[in-house]
């Protein structure tokens, strides 16, 4: 695999008035070139802090503590404004959450594609550029491109907003797409069509694509590889067959075990022991709902291991999770 991205030992913490508060620990992960990769876990486990830090996005105060953030070689974290400006949109680009807070509610959308599209390129002309967007909707399946483009962000659908962020975030052909829960309070039938256009777009472009989600049947769908992210930690991460089939880290069996079944009955209970908050101690953040815990988790914080090929596990148990 040839890597496009390579993120090691990134901490992350916000600084508030009630004191520090650590996101993301210790993350690490590797993006091919033209790979789907995929960052699951529960609401606050850090995934989003981890890649909005790819593109240096964030509060005043969050704050990188250590690592770094390598693409095509170059630390991300080390760039001046000017080269990371240069770098965001053109090699990175990123689909957001919230597609009504991220479009600017005064300005029709097809205005400011023309503005971005002349920001990255001061010798398009206005008239070009106009043709470009009304390209660029016809290309992620917006029926009605010119109605679209005089619309205002509120007069769309979500899904219409949806399909506007993807065709914002190719318009400069990037090298790497990062889409963080790109379906979120859409319907099931318009998260398919968005999903199948993004796997699409990916294909036909080559580009890589870090899919951000807590839903791991679009996972199974959309991904190659995974990272499953719990308390600011990387605790398990391999192929996507490897995680399903053979999940290592007692976290990534919970998630599994709350999918619901075709057939409904009674889901298998994982999380058996009472929730603590050990959010400021060196320890597994699962530790304090793991059913598997034994001594060794509540005194030291486990190291990450290999169980076979590129399929790691950061717990104390490693090949043992699999068969407890």
Same mark, same amino acid.
């Given at each position: 695999?040839?890597?496009?991205?390579?993120?090691?030992?990134?901490?992350?913490?916000?600084?508030?008035?009630?004191?520090?508060?650590?996101?993301?620990?210790?993350?690490?992960?590797?993006?091919?070139?033209?790979?789907?990769?995929?960052?699951?876990?529960?609401?606050?486990?850090?995934?989003?802090?981890?890649?909005?830090?790819?593109?240096?996005?964030?509060?005043?105060?969050?704050?990188?503590?250590?690592?770094?953030?390598?693409?095509?070689?170059?630390?991300?974290?080390?760039?001046?404004?000017?080269?990371?400006?240069?770098?965001?949109?053109?090699?990175?680009?990123?689909?957001?959450?919230?597609?009504?807070?991220?479009?600017?509610?005064?300005?029709?959308?097809?205005?400011?594609?023309?503005?971005?599209?002349?920001?990255?390129?001061?010798?398009?002309?206005?008239?070009?550029?106009?043709?470009?967007?009304?390209?660029?909707?016809?290309?992620?399946?917006?029926?009605?491109?010119?109605?679209?483009?005089?619309?205002?962000?509120?007069?769309?659908? /979500? @899904?219409? +907003?949806?399909?506007?962020?993807?065709?914002?975030?190719?318009?400069? !052909?990037? =090298?790497?797409? $990062?889409?963080?829960?790109?379906?979120?309070?859409?319907?099931?039938?318009?998260?398919?069509?968005?999903?199948?256009?993004?796997?699409?777009?990916?294909?036909?472009?080559?580009?890589?694509?870090?899919?951000?989600?807590?839903?791991?049947?679009?996972?199974?769908?959309?991904?190659?590889?995974?990272?499953?992210?719990?308390?600011?930690?990387?605790?398990?991460?391999?192929?996507?067959?490897?995680?399903?089939?053979?999940?290592?880290?007692?976290?990534?069996?919970?998630?599994?075990?709350?999918?619901?079944?075709? /057939? @409904?009955? +009674?889901?298998?209970?994982?999380?058996?022991?009472?929730?603590?908050? !050990?959010? =400021?101690?060196? $320890?597994?953040?699962?530790?304090?709902?793991?059913?598997?815990?034994?001594?060794?988790?509540?005194?030291?914080?486990?190291?990450?291991?290999?169980?076979?090929?590129?399929?790691?596990?950061?717990?104390?148990?490693?090949?043992?999770?699999?068969?407890?």
């Amino acid at each position: 695999m040839e890597e496009l991205l390579k993120v090691n030992h990134l901490e992350v913490s916000f600084f508030t008035d009630l004191g520090e508060s650590r996101a993301v620990k210790d993350a690490s992960f590797v993006i091919g070139k033209g790979e789907v990769f995929g960052i699951v876990g529960e609401s606050g486990s850090g995934k989003s802090v981890a890649t909005k830090n790819i593109l240096r996005l964030g509060p005043k105060n969050m704050k990188v503590k250590s690592g770094e953030i390598l693409f095509k070689d170059k630390d991300i974290l080390k760039l001046s404004m000017r080269e990371l400006q240069n770098l965001r949109g053109s090699e990175i680009s990123m689909v957001f959450q919230d597609s009504l807070s991220a479009l600017n509610p005064v300005y029709p959308v097809g205005k400011k594609m023309v503005e971005l599209l002349r920001l990255h390129n001061r010798n398009l002309s206005k008239t070009d550029a106009k043709k470009q967007v009304i390209s660029l909707f016809e290309s992620v399946g917006i029926v009605d491109p010119e109605r679209c483009f005089k619309s205002y962000p509120h007069e769309l659908s /979500g @899904g219409m +907003r949806q399909r506007i962020m993807i065709a914002m975030a190719i318009c400069c !052909n990037p =090298d790497l797409m $990062i889409a963080d829960e790109p379906t979120t309070a859409l319907d099931v039938t318009i998260q398919a069509q968005i999903l199948h256009l993004l796997r699409d777009i990916q294909r036909e472009r080559g580009m890589s694509l870090i899919l951000i989600t807590h839903d791991l049947g679009v996972v199974a769908q959309m991904c190659s590889r995974v990272a499953v992210m719990c308390g600011g930690y990387v605790v398990e991460q391999g192929n996507v067959r490897d995680i399903f089939h053979n999940p290592a880290h007692p976290y990534t069996q919970a998630l599994i075990a709350s999918m619901p079944r075709v /057939g @409904g009955g +009674r889901m298998e209970q994982y999380l058996e022991r009472s929730m603590t908050d !050990n959010r =400021d101690q060196e $320890i597994c953040p699962f530790y304090g709902r793991c059913r598997h815990a034994i001594d060794a988790c509540a005194d030291t914080l486990p190291t990450m291991k290999t169980i076979e090929g590129n399929h790691c596990s950061f717990c104390h148990l490693g090949k043992e999770a699999l068969h407890v």
